[in-house]
């Protein structure tokens, strides 16, 4: 994501090579649509134009392309494709998803993990394989069944793959969170859907220190009454006693009885239910969102071979826990014949340059990360391409919130200039993105390249009218420029429904609700001049002084720039019959926020936005409210602040942090 205004530069950051570009997977795959239907395809706006004109047989290349294995793909691509929700494709496929992420079955690496400094080991594809059966057998005769549930409190490691390919074998659905939820925030998302086995860690690593977690997950089990059987891997407690928690069993005693045998894959619908996905609001029970095995595994070869080249043999990382949407999209790169590096814990212990170490120890090809992480190195003046080599580096992807303009700056000149930077967007809604790299094209300053292939993205007004491109001009002549995100047709990741939602009505509301028959997304964004798209948050916290629209990643960008400030957060409060802008601030560790540094903050507002973007308000706090994907919470702060309950705090990794938004006297005045 990038939040900045679109701004005029001489050139591009970075452009690919001739030669990158004609042998890119995507120019293999322009070849394979012209042979396939007798068209010409010249460069990427063709295929886009393709794509978006002829959406069957985009994706009926596109499966061919990826060597998507299947019983069948029937006749028909989609039905009632007129309809959103309700569209349906690939309507008598019958596949598995395990099956595709396991055809390869060689000695090369398949999984490496690091657990800090503490703990790596690898799986050769083979040896993945022949765990995926050995698991899978004990789960069948545990009682796993299609349809079931399998559910994991588990960090990003081996043994969550393992046990998810499992699931997915049987027909299962898999759904997991990250060891460092609280026993309330498992329950609220376990307890919903039931699970029958339940696999936990004892213990993890985090900045160096060993986190147990055993106590949790026997409190966790003790309030699931669905769950048979609890596997507990030991990892940072080899001698964790899996006793204590009710039908509790290490990991290696629970497939011992087994051996390697060839997969029996269960074959299903293309909408079969695969994933189960938590929404990370603050609003309330986190929803429940199932994604289904055939769209999933649609899109994510999309992205994974159009938009991020991986190719057999890359090794792609991306820092991520197991309750976050990438963790799944990662684990999809096997599908692609790729290895997949794995990390656990902080990705700043013992310093800075932990992940690029790795980076250069494995070879790495793709390294994705967060926005807030690039941000972070930054800050703290790290300069990578002078201490790692990096040679084989070829893209880097970054996501979770906005990625603003200076960030790009940052990678180019500190990390690596030939480089593809690719900022994409999209969510744990559609387990995939709508807007993401190219790597046969340029990449501009402060933008997020294209949409992504076969999704009909468009920026609507209030109105519902499809906006043009921005011109990239002051704030007041690009305003109207900005708009809702949207999607005008159905494509295969949608949702197919919210858990126990009768008549799909939470699912009808969360998406259909502003525009019918039109998915609503929730990010403000405007398209630019050259094909590619900013964003400038969400629109649910967008902020409307005045009665016009601010989007809050505009001011920031220009916040975070300053030095004195490490990160920020702003809201709208209610305030004499209007919306009056507040920004909170935490800062470098020791400065204090004094009248001198306001004013300069709003200054550097009011010179590089507009008057109406300067806060009312400048406040200091000694930390920010996030998800446990990394994500500020403004709508938790804004109902801080307002004297709103907050129904869901265990969706925040630091929920105390809400403690220094609460009455607050200089917001009585």
């Given at each position: 994501m990038t939040p900045s205004s679109p701004v005029s530069r001489p050139g591009p950051l970075w452009t690919p090579s001739a030669?990158?570009?004609?042998?890119?997977?995507?120019?293999?795959?322009?070849?394979?649509?012209?042979?396939?239907?007798?068209?010409?395809?010249?460069?990427?706006?063709d295929l886009e134009r393709f794509a978006l004109e002829r959406p069957e047989r985009f994706w009926v290349s596109l499966k061919d392309f990826a060597a998507v294995a299947a019983d069948t793909w029937g006749d028909d691509v989609l039905i009632d494709g007129d309809k959103m929700p309700g569209a349906k494709w690939f309507p008598d496929a019958r596949l598995n998803y395990a099956e595709n992420l396991l055809k390869r079955r060689d000695d090369a690496d398949a999984l490496v993990f690091y657990g800090e400094n503490r703990v790596s080991y690898r799986l050769s594809f083979k040896e993945l394989y022949d765990r995926v059966s050995r698991f899978a057998q004990a789960l069948e005769a545990a009682g796993v069944t299609e349809g079931d549930r399998v559910a994991a409190y588990m960090p990003n490691m081996p043994e969550t793959i393992i046990a998810m390919l499992a699931s997915a074998s049987l027909g299962a659905v898999w759904s997991s969170c990250s060891p460092d939820f609280g026993v309330q925030g498992v329950l609220d998302r376990f307890g919903q859907i039931e699970p029958k086995v339940l696999i936990a860690v004892a213990g993890y690593y985090y900045n160096g220190k060993s986190h147990d977690t055993l106590g949790k997950t026997a409190e966790v089990v003790s309030q699931l009454p669905s769950v048979k059987k609890c596997v507990i891997v030991p990892y940072a407690f080899?001698?964790?006693?899996?006793?204590?928690?009710?039908?509790?069993?290490?990991?290696?005693?629970?497939?011992?009885?087994?051996?390697?045998?060839?997969?029996?894959?269960?074959?299903?619908?293309?909408?079969?239910?695969?994933?189960?996905m938590f929404s990370s609001g603050t609003t309330g029970v986190p929803k429940c969102i199932v994604h289904g095995a055939g769209g999933t595994l649609l899109q994510h070869a999309k992205e994974h071979l159009l938009h991020s080249d991986i190719k057999p043999d890359d090794r792609v990382f991306y820092f991520t826990t197991c309750g976050w949407m990438m963790w799944n999209w990662l684990v999809s790169a096997l599908a692609s014949q790729a290895t997949l590096l794995l990390y656990d814990g902080s990705p700043f212990y013992p310093d800075g340059n932990a992940l690029f170490a790795i980076a250069d120890k494995e070879a790495m090809t793709h390294f994705g990360t967060s926005a807030k992480y690039i941000d972070a190195l930054k800050k703290a003046g790290l300069r990578p391409r002078d201490s790692?080599?990096?040679?084989?580096?070829?893209?880097?992807?970054?996501?979770?919130?906005?990625?603003?303009?200076?960030?790009?700056?940052?990678?180019?000149?500190?990390?690596?200039?030939?480089l593809h930077l690719a900022s994409i967007s999209g969510g744990t809604d559609i387990i995939s993105c709508f807007l993401l790299g190219n790597p046969t094209a340029p990449v501009w300053r402060g933008e997020i390249q294209c949409r992504g292939l076969a999704m009909a993205?468009?920026?609507?007004?209030?109105?519902?009218?499809?906006?043009?491109?921005?011109?990239?001009?002051?704030?007041?002549?690009?305003?109207?420029?900005?708009?809702e995100l949207v999607c005008t047709r159905p494509f295969p990741s949608m949702p197919i429904a919210f858990w126990n939602d009768p008549g799909d009505a939470k699912y009808k509301s969360a998406y259909f609700e502003r525009f019918a028959g039109v998915w609503t997304h929730g990010d403000y964004v405007a398209r630019t001049m050259h094909g590619g798209y900013v964003i400038y948050g969400r629109s649910d916290a967008t902020l409307n002084p005045g009665g016009v629209r601010i989007g809050t990643a505009e001011i920031y960008r220009q916040v975070e720039k300053m030095d004195a400030v490490q990160e920020a957060i702003v809201i709208g409060q209610q305030w004499d019959g209007d919306v009056r802008v507040v920004l909170f601030v935490r800062l470098k560790d020791g400065l204090t926020l004094d009248d001198a540094l306001i004013q300069k903050i709003r200054a550097q507002i009011r010179a590089n936005c507009t008057p109406r973007h300067v806060p009312a308000k400048v406040l200091q706090v000694p930390d920010i409210p996030r998800t446990k994907s990394g994500k500020i919470t403004e709508l938790a702060v804004r109902d801080v602040v307002h004297g709103r309950a907050i129904k869901n705090k265990e969706a925040l990794a630091n929920p105390e942090a809400l403690e220094h938004f609460a009455n607050r006297p200089e917001l009585r005045d």
């Open positions: 030669q990158r570009v004609g042998e890119s997977n995507a120019s293999a795959f322009m070849q394979s649509v012209e042979d396939d239907w007798n068209v010409t395809i010249d460069d990427w706006n080899p001698a964790a006693d899996a006793s204590s928690v009710r039908g509790g069993v290490p990991f290696d005693d629970f497939i011992a009885p087994y051996a390697p045998d060839a997969i029996d894959f269960v074959m299903t619908a293309f909408n079969h239910p695969l994933f189960i790692h080599r990096l040679s084989t580096l070829r893209a880097m992807l970054s996501t979770g919130s906005p990625l603003v303009a200076e960030a790009f700056d940052y990678v180019y000149d500190a990390i690596k200039p030939d993205v468009e920026v609507f007004d209030d109105d519902g009218r499809p906006l043009a491109p921005d011109d990239g001009g002051d704030d007041d002549a690009s305003e109207h420029r900005k708009g």
